[in-house]
């Protein structure tokens, strides 16, 4: 049965799916198993950049030349790359926008775009936005319990998901390392930004009445059987 709710999951066109959430909040996990289910691209602008650098594509060298000089690439730039990406034709019956937009003006933006090109000529279904909410302590144990294996890359969380060595890989034994962007000092800044940037594009979505929000202290299979039902069941007002 499963497997032909899948098959059935696939051959429908899902349309446009943005999902918003802080660091921590398990966007990239819900992300693959929504493309995995579906059968769209996952998409972040992360990708987008490093797959435009090394391909060396005009969009590529010109980002590179902003972060050879240590500047952020510019937000017309990266808009651009989003655009040439959601052209492609395994974007046809949708796909997942994670970690994009990052602020209302990229929104409306994206809004415009889909209108003009991908509503038009591809896809009628609008785009489901989904917010998980973590609560602020919640995302502190995520990210500052996480530690990685520098051999195989297998990560952990000491409070969630420990080792059964303390500090060492279950698989080859090699001592844990925390990045130096766990700590708890600059999770807390990006937690603040991510607040500040965000809680605008929040109640855009909400005006539009398409925000669809999903609490995300929730077991993380919960998380995803919701999610699903926003795909669904009729939350594309």
């Given at each position: 049965?499963?497997?032909?709710?899948?098959?059935?999951?696939?051959?429908?066109?899902?349309?446009?799916?943005?999902l918003?959430?802080?660091?921590?909040?398990?966007?990239?996990?819900?992300?693959?198993?929504?493309?995995?289910?579906?059968?769209?691209?996952?998409?972040?602008?992360?990708?987008?950049?490093?797959?435009?650098?090394?391909?060396?594509?005009?969009?590529?060298?010109?980002?590179?030349?902003?972060?050879?000089?240590?500047?952020?690439?510019?937000?017309q730039?990266?808009?651009?790359?989003?655009?040439?990406?959601?052209?492609?034709?395994?974007?046809?019956?949708?796909?997942?926008?994670?970690?994009?937009?990052?602020?209302?003006?990229?929104?409306?933006?994206?809004?415009?775009?889909?209108?003009?090109?991908?509503?038009?000529?591809?896809?009628q279904?609008?785009?489901?936005?989904?917010?998980?909410?973590?609560?602020?302590?919640?995302?502190?144990?995520?990210?500052t319990?996480?530690?990685?294996?520098?051999?195989?890359?297998?990560?952990?969380?000491?409070?969630?998901?420990?080792?059964?060595?303390?500090?060492?890989?279950?698989?080859?034994?090699?001592?844990?390392?925390?990045?130096?962007?766990?700590?708890?000092?600059?999770?807390?800044?990006?937690?603040?930004?991510?607040?500040?940037?965000?809680?605008?594009?929040?109640?855009?979505?909400?005006?539009?009445?398409?925000?669809?929000?999903?609490n995300?202290?929730?077991?993380?299979?919960?998380?995803?059987?919701?999610?699903?039902?926003?795909?669904?069941?009729?939350?594309?007002?």
């Amino acid at each position: 049965m499963d497997g032909q709710q899948s098959t059935a999951a696939k051959a429908a066109t899902v349309g446009p799916v943005i999902l918003l959430g802080a660091p921590g909040a398990g966007k990239g996990t819900q992300a693959k198993l929504i493309a995995q289910r579906y059968g769209i691209p996952q998409i972040s602008t992360g990708d987008i950049l490093r797959d435009n650098v090394a391909r060396g594509t005009e969009l590529g060298k010109k980002a590179k030349a902003f972060m050879d000089r240590g500047e952020l690439v510019p937000d017309q730039l990266v808009c651009d790359m989003v655009a040439d990406r959601l052209r492609q034709a395994d974007c046809n019956h949708g796909f997942i926008l994670d970690g994009f937009p990052r602020t209302v003006a990229q929104a409306e933006w994206l809004d415009q775009l889909l209108a003009d090109q991908f509503f038009k000529n591809r896809c009628q279904v609008p785009p489901v936005v989904v917010n998980f909410r973590v609560g602020y302590n919640q995302l502190l144990q995520r990210l500052t319990g996480r530690r990685s294996c520098p051999a195989c890359g297998r990560i952990y969380n000491i409070y969630f998901q420990p080792p059964r060595v303390p500090d060492t890989c279950d698989a080859d034994g090699s001592k844990l390392v925390t990045r130096k962007d766990d700590t708890e000092e600059v999770i807390a800044e990006r937690l603040k930004a991510y607040e500040r940037q965000t809680l605008p594009l929040i109640d855009y979505y909400q005006r539009q009445g398409r925000l669809r929000e999903i609490n995300g202290d929730q077991p993380p299979d919960k998380v995803t059987a919701e999610a699903f039902r926003a795909m669904e069941h009729g939350d594309r007002l």
